[in-house]
Nanobody, 134 residues
Framework: QVQLVESGGGSVQAGGSLRLSCAAS????????MGWFRQAPGKEREGVAS???????QYADSVKGRFTISQDNAKNTLYLQMNGLQPEDTAMYYC????????????????????????????WGQGTQVTVSS
């Protein structure tokens, strides 16, 4: 049974930092692309950052230079370091894992490219709230 459990959310003032974590279990971690998404009240879920199984990353323009996605394969854990937080970053943040979407073969291994599209993800965590005050 696939499980994704986020932690690290909270309330900070503008300019502050938070580090989100996502503990994954129930599947072979390296076989999936991973991503962070967020959803603010009344808005659609949007991709924030993603990392493919080739370790190449992708970021939304709104967070480039401020957020960093990383992972510890030995711990099956995904991270999102968020610096320079702004009130518009306030949202519920979700961790996701997926195998749909763009892939490529190198040798005998299939690699999944990073993606910011929710449609490319199969499994979702319960979310962690991030609130940034001005």
């Amino acid at each position: 049974q696939v499980q994704l459990v986020e932690s690290g959310g909270g309330s900070v003032q503008a300019g502050g930092s938070l580090r989100l974590s996502c503990a994954a279990s129930g599947y072979t971690y390296n076989d999936y692309r991973m991503g962070w998404f967020r959803q603010a009240p009344g808005k659609e879920r949007e991709g924030v950052a993603s990392i493919g199984s080739d370790d190449v990353t992708q970021y939304a323009d709104s967070v480039k230079g401020r957020f960093t996605i990383s992972q510890d394969n030995a711990k099956n854990t995904l991270y999102l370091q968020m610096n320079g937080l702004q009130p518009e970053d306030t949202a519920m943040y979700y961790c996701a894992a997926g195998r749909r979407g763009k892939t490529f073969m190198y040798g005998d291994r299939l690699y999944l490219l990073a993606s910011l599209s929710p449609a490319d993800f199969d499994y979702w965590g319960q979310g962690t709230q991030v609130t940034v005050s001005s």
